[in-house]
């Protein structure tokens, strides 16, 4: 876990970057305090990737899109690759990065780079928080507006294999949340109603967001891809039977995911297990939280 020394440090160099760091704190955080829960979801990640990237077949190069902490790669096993490439919005993951980049062997190179893989996360943002809005109304005019705007994806490097870490659940996240903050901040989202609209708004945004990350994926991978993505959220409350259930991804991205073809890769390796990621009287007195993960593989035919 990094100082709090390094984290105002972090905080103060990247104004832009803060919701990420933050994320990132609290993810490192929750596992120290949930490492019981959550050594059974990171040990089949761990083996799951390796299933899928049998090492045998390709040492060359891989990217990892969403690298964080590397919480749930093999790094013994990343360490293999010639040329390792990490990417992640989060600045806090660099000191894991340079300290894992010191153990490799001299045939080995890490590439990393602190990025948003959106390409336009920024980009939105700049231009929702420099537009005027009072009512709901008016804010979901100005999402209608802001979707309208050409995406346009980080130019990254091609390499012979793609991992792609837990991003496709999780990329509309932060753009959600930072519409719900200017929202509140304006005194938009006087209601759960008004919250309510907001959000069923930022749907066809999400939906975009899960596309371009698809593509952004099969336009860097030559041989190999790799997807690790939550599909549903489970919530459960103490002494009621009903379980709350919420997609995380769209119908759209699912259906393209769980499909035969991504893009030119055929779907070679599939899987799921449960991520008990907040359990009861850990995180809450009455409230559990757990995710249903889906890896997928794909190669070239």
């Given at each position: 876990?990094?100082?709090?020394?390094?984290?105002?440090?972090?905080?103060?160099?990247?104004?832009?970057?803060?919701?990420?760091?933050?994320?990132?704190?609290?993810?490192?955080?929750?596992?120290?305090?949930?490492?019981?829960y959550w050594i059974p979801h990171l040990k089949l990640s761990r083996e799951f990737i390796k299933r899928a990237l049998p090492?045998?077949?390709?040492?060359?190069?891989?990217?990892?899109?969403?690298?964080?902490?590397?919480?749930?790669?093999?790094?013994?096993?990343?360490?293999?690759?010639?040329?390792?490439?990490?990417?992640?919005?989060?600045?806090?993951?660099?000191?894991?990065?340079?300290?894992?980049?010191?153990?490799?062997?001299?045939?080995?190179?890490?590439?990393?780079?602190?990025?948003?893989?959106?390409?336009?996360?920024?980009?939105?943002?700049?231009?929702?928080?420099?537009?005027?809005?009072?009512?709901?109304?008016?804010?979901?005019?100005?999402?209608?507006?802001?979707?309208?705007?050409?995406?346009?994806?980080?130019?990254?490097?091609?390499?012979?294999?793609?991992?792609?870490?837990?991003?496709?659940?999780?990329?509309?996240?932060?753009?959600?949340?930072?519409?719900?903050?200017?929202?509140?901040?304006?005194?938009?989202?006087?209601?759960?109603?008004?919250?309510?609209?907001?959000?069923?708004?930022?749907?066809?945004?999400?939906?975009?967001?899960?596309?371009?990350?698809?593509?952004?994926?099969?336009?860097?991978?030559?041989?190999?891809?790799?997807?690790?993505?939550?599909?549903?959220?489970?919530?459960?409350?103490?002494?009621?039977?009903?379980?709350?259930?919420?997609?995380?991804?769209?119908?759209?991205?699912?259906?393209?995911?769980?499909?035969?073809?991504?893009?030119?890769?055929?779907?070679?390796?599939?899987?799921?297990?449960?991520?008990?990621?907040?359990?009861?009287?850990?995180?809450?007195?009455?409230?559990?939280?757990?995710?249903?993960?889906?890896?997928?593989?794909?190669?070239?035919?």
């Amino acid at each position: 876990m990094i100082s709090l020394a390094t984290y105002a440090s972090q905080w103060l160099r990247y104004p832009e970057r803060r919701d990420f760091l933050r994320m990132g704190m609290g993810i490192v955080a929750r596992e120290e305090r949930c490492r019981r829960y959550w050594i059974p979801h990171l040990k089949l990640s761990r083996e799951f990737i390796k299933r899928a990237l049998p090492i045998e077949k390709s040492c060359d190069s891989i990217a990892v899109l969403g690298a964080g902490r590397l919480l749930d790669i093999d790094t013994e096993w990343l360490k293999r690759y010639k040329r390792i490439y990490l990417y992640d919005a989060d600045p806090g993951s660099q000191k894991v990065w340079s300290s894992f980049a010191k153990g490799v062997g001299k045939e080995c190179s890490v590439v990393r780079s602190i990025i948003d893989l959106t390409g336009v996360l920024d980009r939105w943002s700049k231009i929702l928080n420099g537009s005027k809005c009072s009512y709901v109304e008016e804010l979901i005019g100005a999402l209608k507006e802001i979707l309208l705007i050409p995406i346009s994806l980080p130019e990254l490097p091609e390499c012979a294999d793609l991992l792609s870490l837990n991003l496709l659940s999780q990329i509309q996240i932060y753009w959600r949340d930072r519409v719900l903050a200017y929202a509140k901040k304006h005194k938009i989202v006087k209601h759960s109603s008004d919250e309510e609209l907001v959000l069923l708004s930022l749907n066809e945004m999400a939906v975009r967001l899960e596309e371009d990350h698809l593509k952004l994926i099969t336009r860097i991978a030559n041989k190999r891809i790799v997807i690790l993505t939550d599909v549903e959220f489970y919530y459960y409350e103490k002494d009621r039977v009903e379980w709350q259930v919420e997609a995380a991804i769209s119908q759209s991205a699912r259906e393209v995911i769980q499909g035969d073809l991504l893009g030119g890769f055929k779907r070679s390796i599939d899987d799921r297990w449960l991520w008990h990621l907040a359990p009861q009287c850990i995180e809450d007195p009455s409230y559990g939280e757990i995710h249903c993960v889906n890896g997928v593989g794909y190669s070239r035919p």
